[in-house]
């Protein structure tokens, strides 16, 4: 894919099979938040959580007492900063960021996650 100068540094999201990708180009640098639905239980700690409110919360829908949709997350492009505080607090490991295709957490490297945690509690 051709990446325009007017679309670098915006978060771009995509569906890719079973997962949804956050992509952030900048000139050097390339910022991936993944989530693989197959592993997500959609318990919605990480929504709870997200500093940004970029998380969107869908609980499961019932028909009677059946559950007819799992409860399931999904990333407002427009609002995540791809900090990766969701992906250190998601239980089901189902969350990934990459930093040019290395496994990295911004928020766990710059040393800010407690910061950013207890102002939620
Ligand atoms: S914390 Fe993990 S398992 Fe729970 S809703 Fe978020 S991504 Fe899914
Ligand atoms: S990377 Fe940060 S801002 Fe983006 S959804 Fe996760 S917690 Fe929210």
């Not at 894919?1 to 679309?7: E, G, I, N, Q, Y």
């Not at 640098?29 to 990480?46: H, P, T």
């Amino acid at each position: 894919m051709t990446w325009s100068l007017r679309r670098r540094g915006r978060i771009i999201k995509r569906e890719e099979e079973n997962r949804t990708i956050m992509e952030r180009r900048l000139l050097v640098k390339q910022y991936e938040l993944l989530l693989d639905r197959d592993i997500c239980i959609g318990c919605g700690i990480c929504a709870d959580n997200c500093p940004k409110e970029a998380i969107i919360y869908s609980p499961a829908e019932f028909r009677g007492i059946r559950a007819v949709t799992r409860p399931s997350i999904d990333f407002d492009p427009e609002r995540c900063v791809l900090c990766g505080e969701c992906v250190s607090l998601c239980p089901m490991h189902a969350l990934q960021m990459r930093i040019e295709r290395e496994e990295r957490v911004p928020v766990i490297e710059m040393n800010v996650f407690p910061l950013a945690t207890r102002k939620r509690w």
